[in-house]
């Protein structure tokens, strides 16, 4: 199965250039199955339905999201209304939406995603990251209710990251990291089985801090005072994302890596899938 | 001129490999230059000068460190003996060792090389990590005191990483990121002509948590109590870094691109020197 | 019912003015039931099973503690060997020790005794320190199972601390925060009838930082460097803590006030008792 | 002399309440410099100039901030005009308004009074307290320039703040913490004779979160969502501040006690003042 992951649209810049390059990238790479992180969509700060409901329609299968998820207020009362949004899994029982889904990929193989989100130097009020992937787990392990299983986890430590990845290996196929903004290099398949990447990296402009307008971050790292707001930057996006191929026999990964488009950063296309 | 860095070497695997592979990497790219981080060497915690002195041996021009340099209580003495050896510039005034130096490569540039240490989730006690950078640039110019200038900026958040990015951008030749021990892949030449990457990664063992045996850092998140301690795994190492050609005209970057071998991640070389 | 509450017991000094001054403290006040925090008896880290016996046999009924609990590694063992001890409850299923234990006061009333600990600027991976005293109240609700109830809330954060008073107001019998080894002023009973307290403050030595020698603490304040360990403070201690009337009838509580003894701080004596 | 220090007022309430009884206390207890914190005197969110008028007009010499003194956009304007506010020292040279300043008391004395901010916990981006103190006092040191040297240290932890008032012991009058909005009972001299107060806590509603409403910052510990804004509390306000009795011939404390007023602490008048 050909899964494509892609990391936070941020502001206009990166969700058009996914609105834009996705639909090419499902048909020309025969994609199964696409889930698109979309927690910076709105000016960097959360998501509309409408901007979900066109990131669907450009071909996401599943939406996730992050710690920005609540930044726009429409989000609470949409989140119900839809199952191919997620918002972290590890909010207390009782929050709107879901955290998790079994959904059908174009191949007709279950695809069980999942978003989670970390608590290091991030949001130590949320449940345990761990209990609720094993919780997650044991409803539907691999094989048996689904034929895939794919964990967004949404953090900042790395050492959360690769524990987690570790924690799940060879009961998920794949471990995608997101939050930083930044695509690391670290993709492999762990001893277990599942493929893991630590961050995606975002969907955005490069040239700025996180995606967002370069100005006002920057000068508060200077002044140490505000002056202005944050806005997303609006120079031309680089999407970046992360292809794996699951096998549709043990539901484990056979080969994993990474895609980028776009001008600041170095281009690549899963070579598998080339 | 041809400069590489090489992420933190964490424990003896990564000193190992580092030490084995050095001196030949230096012969078959022709380096001008070569800074390794040396922070977590020693079992991972800190350095020692019986192992500095082996990584100077193996051709490394300069060690830098970062928030583990005194983890070895001699470093605290041998920082002084040497010249190649930096701990972060941001230390007070009166701290043992220094922060930046002016060496001369292979090629007879004078290089200045600057360790910053980032204090976002880090190390609020730090002086400014932006002024710190500033007094060093206007004490030594680029292609005034310097043929080339290199900061480790050495910190956990994105944000600031980037912003230290766009703040020398046009000064320096070369930011490079190290701490999270996790190489990123978003390598570009900002738009001032500084050479940039998040993060060099380490040169360990990347069946790990950051390079330390998986098992207890695992376990501290699973069960929240310690029951070991933490300790440098020691499978075999991945060397990861990042190789960048700086002009002799201009001291800005030319090209970039990440060095990678060993067994866990996809290996490259930058291609400009292949 | 009359109940005393101590603060962090830190080192030697501290556990010492416990220990002889306790005594006398439950005969003179006609103390009904006595709990101790002894999370820094151990030398400032974590409690050993003799200091343990010590301050019960010294007349306390429970020993609570907090994020030091385990530095003592002897306690990972012992804690499970004495209903008197308490770890902090919003450790994990399958954690040695107890979190909370009904106990029998002297006038013969059933106390619910239970240590959470809080999350912010602290233990982000502890369970939900709010859903932890939800269950504990569900299962044993005051003037059903319980005649008294007590949380030692160990928590660096007043907006947690506060929160979670008014969390259990009207259904707890007193809340008193540890962990910052201040005493605070701000006694009060909350509109529902539950007393509280922001911190106990410490029994150690007020001349210091926080218990501990002063030297090495306004050493890295200073330089950013180690220079030595943390030890003890060696002065003699000041005993902080709070007394609270409780009312056999509805548990809740009709009176509050502090109590210090020693030579740093305003002696008082909870007017109530005088 | 006689010194009073009042905690930040917080909101309508908390502001009221100081113009209302301020007058009073300084024609009664023949207060020679009043010194207030006015952080959160703008419905919680910094202060306006208007607001900082009417303070100094209830007989407050000098206004002292925070974290939050840049909450009110106006703020950066205003404090550049008026030499009896006080933004914290340890901004970047640069920064608007002034953090210090010397002032003439009723009884003629030169008082020195300083904001400092701590960074554990806070603001990790400002400079380092320390240092900046120990620019304040070489510049006019105790008895030469000033009859008198106070320091707000608006800080987090209260390792910071204890460190902060030995490292300034014997070099000014007094150190008051601020900013945890919870009264400290820890008030002492210290042994070179600088009186020490951990917090004054705050001048608002204490039935309520740090003098705001509890019921959105409940519900955020509860949900872990936000579901409405953060707004002031507006029950009755209760004053908590501290007196100081500084000596005229050494500019050290003689005596330092704390005062209460209001509906929801104990009240308290210094003694040495009744
Ligand atoms: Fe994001
Ligand atoms: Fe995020
Ligand atoms: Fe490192
Ligand atoms: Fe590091
Ligand atoms: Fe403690
Ligand atoms: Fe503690
Ligand atoms: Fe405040
Ligand atoms: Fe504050």
Redesign the interface.
Known sequence: MRLLFLGDMVGKTGRTAVWERLPGLVSDLRLDFVIVNGENAAGGFGITEEIFLETINAGADVVTTGNHV?DQKEA?VFCGRHEQFLRPAN??A??PGRGSGLYFARNGARVLVANIMG??????????P??AAEAILEAAPLKEQADAIVFDFHA?????K???G??VDGRASFVVGTH?????????I??GGTAYL??A?MCGD?????GMD?EE??N???????KGRFEAASGPATICGVGVEISDRTGLAEAI??L?LGP???ETIPPFWA
């Open positions: 609540w609470v909010y207390p009782g929050t608590r290091v130097f991030m949001h130590p009020e949320l449940d345990d761990f209990k900042e430590a790395t050492s959360e690769q524990c987690f570790h924690f930083t903004h930044v695509p690391t290099a670290d993709h492999q762990l001893n630590s961050d990296g490069y040239d700025s801090s996180l370069k971050p920057l508060r790292f200077i002044s140490k005072m505000p890596a990474p980028r600041r950063l170095s």
